[in-house]
């Protein structure tokens, strides 16, 4: 199995940046602009005119942790997104880890990349900016 791993400071309390990482609204501040709350209470992420949907179930979640269940997706499926926040005084490490590959292809390294511009743009939603979604009207996404 392979992981994807990724560590970034952001100068906001947990508390903040929780919110962005736990719902379907946060997501869509920094991840992707078409992205829904099911009423079974999955949060479905749409990509390129929705050629590809990622839909993802809360496993659990706690003031420093939030865990995902990745429900379909080729090479996602399967798969676990886990966001850790440890405060530290006015900032916050995000530790991320998307786990459970089953190998390391072309398409691992792609999203590997794709994660790491993420996490800056969640930081910047985090301290107060305001990013658009990396995959929106205006984005990755046309």
Known sequence: MADIKHSIVISAPQEQIRPLVASAA???????ADTTQTPDGAVELGF????TV??????SQSDHEVRW???TGDEWNGTRIEFELLENGETTTLRFKHKGWSSETDYFTLCNTT????MYRLKAAAE???????????????
């Open 48 to 51: 390129f005119n929705k050629s």
């Open 69 to 71: 269940l990745c429900e």
């Open 54 to 59: 990622y839909r993802l179930r809360s496993e």
């Open 115 to 118: 994660w790491g511009t993420l």
């Open 26 to 32: 946060g997501l869509a501040k920094w991840w992707a």
């Open 128 to 142: 107060g900016r305001s990013p658009l979604p990396l995959f929106s009207e205006r984005g990755l996404n046309d």
